[in-house]
């Protein structure tokens, strides 16, 4: 008997909390219940895509779901455009995403968790190394031979500086290396032996085995035309200055005119001493002159017109 007393009791109890809570929701639920909203108990209509039914205040509303906002404002099409991937409104509306350039590659913008991004597909040896789409693949990773220093075969590569006067770092072909020294217009040093851990090793500029290029080597000059001699990488310091000298180019020959002398070379390259009346041009110590025939001399000086009389001078 008295469990069933208990059990009434419990039922009259949970049954009272029970219609007063029903109550005390019925009483909030005017304000906040899209279904039963407001005095009038008003059923808030569907709600248009990508949105759904509020109830504020007593108000019949909608809102955009999240990721999804109404950037037409067009009430009927609901919240149209999904900024949580649309490229053109990424985040918020007309917010677009820009497209990479297509510089040695191409790609796409992306919207991704409402955030711009890109996609970018580089060409062979080129590469995206800043990230900013607005130049593309802006390296070329085995380009030129000291742009690429910084980024060499790959995105942020530097190319350790040289250790040795005698060369350069380089970025040759997407690999780091060396590159000899230029002194004007050649390599000054050279690299003769292949071997780039003792760097340029070799003097092409007075090295007379490796004269302005390695393996040059500059050629004896005959007995007492010259010294072997290599001057700023060529050979024509094998030539004894202002006595001989290598006019006809030929290298074989060494330095086969003798300016003292030579009437083809008379003190210098090409200089040829003229043919002149009754006389025969000569190269007497880099100065041109005549020779009289016999029987003929020359009274008045002028080697122009030669050996001028017949005979010895009047005043003789
Ligand atoms: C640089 O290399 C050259 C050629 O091998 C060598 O003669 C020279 O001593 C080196 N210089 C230094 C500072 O190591």
């Known amino acids: 008997m008295g469990s069933t007393t208990a ?43 990508h949105s759904e039914r509020t109830c504020k205040h007593g108000k019949c509303n909608t809102e955009c779901k999240r990721g999804w906002l109404d950037c037409d404002r067009k009430k009927a099409n609901g919240c149209e455009v999904n900024v949580e991937t649309d490229v053109k409104n990424c985040g918020s509306c007309d917010n677009v995403c820009p497209v990479p350039l297509s510089n040695h590659g191409s790609g796409e913008a992306t919207c991704t968790n409402g955030v711009c991004g890109y996609t970018l597909t580089c060409e062979k040896d080129h590469a ?27 995105c942020g590569n530097v190319c ?3 250790t040795n006067e005698t060369a350069f770092a380089i970025c040759d072909a997407g690999k780091c290396s060396l590159l000899c020294k230029f002194f004007g217009g050649f390599l000054g040093v050279l690299d003769c032996d292949n ?79 003229p043919s002149a009346p009754n006389a025969t041009p000569i190269c007497d110590y880099r100065g041109c002159r005549i020779s009289c025939n016999d029987g003929y001399s020359d009274c008045d000086g002028v080697a122009s017109n030669g050996c001028e009389i017949h005979g010895v001078c009047p005043n003789a």
């Open 7 to 49: 059990a009434v009791n419990a039922a009259i109890i949970i049954g009272a909390v029970l219609l007063f809570s029903s109550l005390h929701i019925d009483a909030g639920a005017s304000l906040t219940d899209v279904d039963n909203c407001g005095k009038s108990h008003h059923k808030c209509p569907p709600a248009p895509p």
């Open 160 to 162: 350790p500086a040289s």
């Open 195 to 273: 071997d780039m851990s003792n760097f340029c090793e070799t003097n092409g500029r007075t090295d007379v085995n490796n004269c302005g290029g390695c393996g040059n080597v500059c050629l004896p000059p005959p007995a007492g035309q010259g010294e072997l001699a290599c001057n700023d990488g060529v050979c024509t310091g094998n030539c004894v200055k202002g006595r001989y000298e290598d006019c006809d180019g030929v290298a074989s020959n060494g330095c086969e005119a003798e300016l003292m002398w030579d009437t083809d070379n008379c003190g210098s390259c090409g200089l040829v001493c």
């Open 128 to 154: 995206d190394c800043d990230a900013d789409p607005s130049n593309g693949c802006e390296i070329d990773l085995v380009g030129e031979l000291y742009s690429t220093i910084e980024n060499c075969g790959s």
